[in-house]
């Protein structure tokens, strides 16, 4: 966190695992600094949104199906 700068953002990738983990509630909850995640499908991304309780960024990152 302390490389965090203008140019250099850190951006935690969040599975249906890492719902409960401390720092990823941490983010959700506005006690991070860090208001951006990758999230490994819409689910986690709806699940997020519901316990939202600040804005964030929240990118889902494609299926290996449409990458390849």
Known sequence: MKATNDNFHLLPIVSADDLND??????????????????????????????????LEITVMPTAEVRA
């Open 22 to 55: 401390q720092h990823v509630q941490d983010i959700i909850n506005g006690k991070s600094k860090l208001s951006s995640l990758v999230v490994t499908d819409h689910d986690v991304q709806t699940a997020i949104e519901k316990q939202m309780t600040r804005d």
